[in-house]
Protein backbone atom coordinates (compact mmCIF):
# COMPACT_ATOMS: atom_id res chain seq x y z
CA UNK A 1 0.00 0.00 0.00
CA UNK A 2 1.97 3.26 -0.59
CA UNK A 3 1.39 5.87 1.05
CA UNK A 4 0.22 8.71 -1.16
CA UNK A 5 -3.00 6.59 -1.65
CA UNK A 6 -3.97 6.43 1.92
CA UNK A 7 -6.93 7.98 2.56
CA UNK A 8 -5.25 9.49 5.84
CA UNK A 9 -3.42 8.94 8.56
CA UNK A 10 -4.98 7.62 12.22
CA UNK A 11 -3.47 7.48 15.47
CA UNK A 12 -5.13 4.46 17.44
CA UNK A 13 -4.55 4.69 21.58
CA UNK A 14 -6.39 2.01 23.03
CA UNK A 15 -4.77 -1.13 25.28
CA UNK A 16 -6.92 -3.85 24.52
CA UNK A 17 -5.41 -5.85 22.04
CA UNK A 18 -8.54 -7.26 20.67
CA UNK A 19 -9.47 -3.64 19.84
CA UNK A 20 -6.40 -2.44 18.53
CA UNK A 21 -6.24 -5.59 16.38
CA UNK A 22 -10.02 -5.03 14.95
CA UNK A 23 -9.06 -1.15 14.11
CA UNK A 24 -5.70 -2.07 13.15
CA UNK A 25 -7.34 -4.34 10.44
CA UNK A 26 -10.33 -2.48 9.42
CA UNK A 27 -7.96 0.69 9.14
CA UNK A 28 -5.56 -1.52 6.97
CA UNK A 29 -7.98 -2.52 4.51
CA UNK A 30 -9.63 0.50 3.78
CA UNK A 31 -6.02 1.75 2.88
CA UNK A 32 -5.87 4.19 5.85
CA UNK A 33 -1.75 4.72 7.32
CA UNK A 34 -2.47 4.03 10.95
CA UNK A 35 0.01 3.69 14.36
CA UNK A 36 -1.20 2.01 17.66
CA UNK A 37 -0.09 3.44 20.75
CA UNK A 38 -1.06 1.32 23.83
CA UNK A 39 -0.87 3.70 26.99
CA UNK A 40 -1.30 7.28 27.41
CA UNK A 41 2.35 8.29 27.52
CA UNK A 42 2.84 6.39 24.66
CA UNK A 43 -0.06 7.91 22.53
CA UNK A 44 0.33 12.04 23.68
CA UNK A 45 4.15 11.37 22.30
CA UNK A 46 2.94 9.67 18.59
CA UNK A 47 0.13 12.28 18.42
CA UNK A 48 3.19 15.10 18.72
CA UNK A 49 5.27 13.02 15.84
CA UNK A 50 3.32 11.63 13.98
CA UNK A 51 1.17 14.41 13.62
CA UNK A 52 -2.19 12.27 12.47
CA UNK A 53 -5.43 13.66 10.70
CA UNK A 54 -7.74 11.83 12.94
CA UNK A 55 -6.75 10.22 16.62
CA UNK A 56 -9.33 7.16 18.49
CA UNK A 57 -8.93 7.53 21.97
CA UNK A 58 -9.90 4.60 24.68
CA UNK A 59 -10.77 6.42 27.77
CA UNK A 60 -9.74 3.67 29.96
CA UNK A 61 -6.36 3.58 29.70
CA UNK A 62 -3.64 2.32 32.17
CA UNK A 63 -1.81 5.03 32.99
CA UNK A 64 -3.85 7.99 32.78
CA UNK A 65 -7.51 9.29 32.67
CA UNK A 66 -8.92 9.65 29.11
CA UNK A 67 -9.82 13.02 30.22
CA UNK A 68 -6.62 14.14 31.01
CA UNK A 69 -5.35 12.44 27.59
CA UNK A 70 -7.88 15.31 25.80
CA UNK A 71 -6.67 18.15 28.20
CA UNK A 72 -2.84 17.46 27.19
CA UNK A 73 -3.78 17.01 23.36
CA UNK A 74 -5.63 19.97 23.47
CA UNK A 75 -3.04 21.88 24.92
CA UNK A 76 -0.79 21.86 21.81
CA UNK A 77 -2.80 20.28 19.04
CA UNK A 78 -6.31 20.57 17.80
CA UNK A 79 -6.10 17.42 15.85
CA UNK A 80 -10.15 15.67 15.53
CA UNK A 81 -10.05 12.90 18.81
CA UNK A 82 -12.77 10.16 18.39
CA UNK A 83 -13.48 8.76 21.96
CA UNK A 84 -14.08 5.38 22.90
CA UNK A 85 -15.92 4.63 25.93
CA UNK A 86 -17.19 1.22 27.27
CA UNK A 87 -19.36 2.52 29.44
CA UNK A 88 -23.01 2.86 28.24
CA UNK A 89 -23.28 6.33 30.50
CA UNK A 90 -23.37 9.52 28.55
CA UNK A 91 -21.46 11.37 31.64
CA UNK A 92 -17.75 10.48 30.64
CA UNK A 93 -18.64 11.19 27.09
CA UNK A 94 -20.02 14.50 27.96
CA UNK A 95 -17.27 15.55 29.93
CA UNK A 96 -14.79 13.93 26.77
CA UNK A 97 -17.13 16.69 24.46
CA UNK A 98 -16.37 19.13 27.05
CA UNK A 99 -12.89 19.03 26.82
CA UNK A 100 -12.42 19.35 23.53
CA UNK A 101 -13.38 15.77 21.78
CA UNK A 102 -15.01 15.71 18.12
CA UNK A 103 -17.38 12.77 18.52
CA UNK A 104 -17.73 9.33 20.29
CA UNK A 105 -18.15 5.40 19.60
CA UNK A 106 -19.17 3.23 22.64
CA UNK A 107 -17.78 -0.12 22.95
CA UNK A 108 -19.20 -2.84 21.28
CA UNK A 109 -18.93 -0.80 17.83
CA UNK A 110 -18.75 -2.20 14.38
CA UNK A 111 -16.30 -1.18 12.04
CA UNK A 112 -19.04 0.51 10.00
CA UNK A 113 -19.79 2.55 12.39
CA UNK A 114 -15.41 3.36 13.40
CA UNK A 115 -15.38 4.14 9.66
CA UNK A 116 -18.51 6.12 9.32
CA UNK A 117 -17.07 8.09 12.15
CA UNK A 118 -13.49 8.38 11.01
CA UNK A 119 -14.81 9.81 7.60
CA UNK A 120 -17.34 12.50 9.15
CA UNK A 121 -14.34 13.63 11.42
CA UNK A 122 -12.31 14.29 8.47
CA UNK A 123 -14.68 15.98 6.21
CA UNK A 124 -15.44 17.96 9.05
CA UNK A 125 -11.41 19.56 9.26
CA UNK A 126 -11.11 19.61 5.61
CA UNK A 127 -14.54 22.24 6.06
CA UNK A 128 -13.00 23.63 8.55
CA UNK A 129 -9.57 24.45 6.49
CA UNK A 130 -11.51 25.86 3.73
CA UNK A 131 -13.34 28.24 6.13
CA UNK A 132 -10.31 29.74 6.95
CA UNK A 133 -8.79 29.07 3.43
CA UNK A 134 -10.74 31.00 1.64
CA UNK A 135 -13.94 33.64 1.99
CA UNK A 136 -15.76 32.74 5.28
CA UNK A 137 -18.56 35.01 5.12
CA UNK A 138 -21.18 32.33 3.84
CA UNK A 139 -21.96 28.83 5.25
CA UNK A 140 -23.46 26.47 2.23
CA UNK A 141 -24.86 22.70 3.26
CA UNK A 142 -26.64 21.22 0.95
CA UNK A 143 -30.07 23.76 0.48
CA UNK A 144 -28.87 25.73 3.30
CA UNK A 145 -26.60 28.86 3.00
CA UNK A 146 -25.75 31.40 5.90
CA UNK A 147 -24.30 34.45 4.97
CA UNK A 148 -22.87 35.79 8.31
CA UNK A 149 -22.08 39.28 6.88
CA UNK A 150 -25.70 40.11 5.95
CA UNK A 151 -27.08 37.47 8.91
CA UNK A 152 -29.17 36.29 6.52
CA UNK A 153 -30.28 32.50 6.10
CA UNK A 154 -31.54 30.75 3.15
CA UNK A 155 -33.08 27.61 2.27
CA UNK A 156 -33.13 27.12 -1.41
CA UNK A 157 -31.87 30.45 -2.04
CA UNK A 158 -35.50 31.63 -0.62
CA UNK A 159 -34.80 33.43 2.73
CA UNK A 160 -35.89 32.10 5.83
CA UNK A 161 -37.19 34.20 9.24
CA UNK A 162 -35.27 32.89 11.94
CA UNK A 163 -35.47 34.53 15.56
CA UNK A 164 -32.25 35.68 17.46
CA UNK A 165 -31.31 32.92 18.78
CA UNK A 166 -32.17 30.49 16.25
CA UNK A 167 -29.99 32.21 14.05
CA UNK A 168 -26.95 32.15 16.61
CA UNK A 169 -27.62 28.10 17.66
CA UNK A 170 -27.84 27.63 13.65
CA UNK A 171 -24.67 29.13 13.46
CA UNK A 172 -22.82 27.43 16.28
CA UNK A 173 -23.92 24.02 14.45
CA UNK A 174 -22.45 25.63 11.44
CA UNK A 175 -19.41 26.44 12.86
CA UNK A 176 -19.08 23.07 14.40
CA UNK A 177 -20.77 21.25 11.51
CA UNK A 178 -19.96 17.23 12.04
CA UNK A 179 -19.44 17.59 15.42
CA UNK A 180 -20.94 16.80 18.54
CA UNK A 181 -21.65 19.47 20.75
CA UNK A 182 -23.15 19.09 24.18
CA UNK A 183 -26.31 20.64 25.74
CA UNK A 184 -23.87 22.27 28.28
CA UNK A 185 -21.72 23.40 25.63
CA UNK A 186 -24.68 24.96 23.62
CA UNK A 187 -26.35 26.20 26.50
CA UNK A 188 -23.16 28.23 27.40
CA UNK A 189 -22.73 30.01 24.02
CA UNK A 190 -26.02 30.97 23.71
CA UNK A 191 -27.72 31.69 26.56
CA UNK A 192 -25.48 33.88 29.22
CA UNK A 193 -27.81 32.36 32.34
CA UNK A 194 -28.42 28.43 33.23
CA UNK A 195 -31.93 27.83 34.71
CA UNK A 196 -31.32 23.91 34.96
CA UNK A 197 -33.61 21.92 33.40
CA UNK A 198 -35.88 25.00 31.82
CA UNK A 199 -32.86 25.71 29.84
CA UNK A 200 -32.64 22.20 28.48
CA UNK A 201 -36.47 21.90 27.70
CA UNK A 202 -35.98 25.47 26.10
CA UNK A 203 -32.95 23.68 24.15
CA UNK A 204 -35.13 21.23 23.05
CA UNK A 205 -38.21 23.56 21.74
CA UNK A 206 -35.75 25.88 19.72
CA UNK A 207 -33.88 22.63 17.92
CA UNK A 208 -37.72 21.99 16.95
CA UNK A 209 -38.04 25.07 15.54
CA UNK A 210 -35.12 25.63 13.85
CA UNK A 211 -35.47 22.10 12.27
CA UNK A 212 -39.18 22.99 10.63
CA UNK A 213 -38.01 26.53 9.48
CA UNK A 214 -35.04 24.27 7.78
CA UNK A 215 -37.86 22.31 6.23
CA UNK A 216 -35.19 19.34 6.73
CA UNK A 217 -35.02 17.46 9.64
CA UNK A 218 -31.44 15.47 8.82
CA UNK A 219 -29.25 18.59 9.19
CA UNK A 220 -29.66 18.54 12.98
CA UNK A 221 -29.02 14.84 14.41
CA UNK A 222 -30.41 14.37 18.28
CA UNK A 223 -28.00 12.24 20.52
CA UNK A 224 -29.89 11.58 23.22
CA UNK A 225 -28.45 12.50 26.90
CA UNK A 226 -25.77 14.08 25.24
CA UNK A 227 -26.45 16.79 22.75
CA UNK A 228 -26.77 17.66 19.24
CA UNK A 229 -25.14 17.55 15.91
CA UNK A 230 -25.51 19.14 12.19
CA UNK A 231 -24.67 16.91 9.37
CA UNK A 232 -23.04 17.69 6.67
CA UNK A 233 -25.92 17.22 3.64
CA1 LIG B 1 -9.09 0.20 27.81
Redesign the pocket.
Known amino acids: MSENNAKGTILVI ?3 KVIQNLIGTTLEIFNYNYQIASNATQGILKATSYNPDVIIL ?1 L ?2 PDMDGIEVIKKIRSFSLIPIIIVS ?1 RIENEDKILALDEGADDYLTKPFNTEELLARIRVTMRHTNISKNVHEENNSIFVNGDLKIDYVKGCTYIKEEEIHLTAIEYKLLCLFAKNVGKVLTHNYIKKEIWLDDNGSDSQLSLRVFVTNLRKKLKNTDYIKTHIGIGYRMLQI
Do not use: N, S, T
Request: charge should be negative; glycine fraction near 14%.
Open positions: EDDDGLA
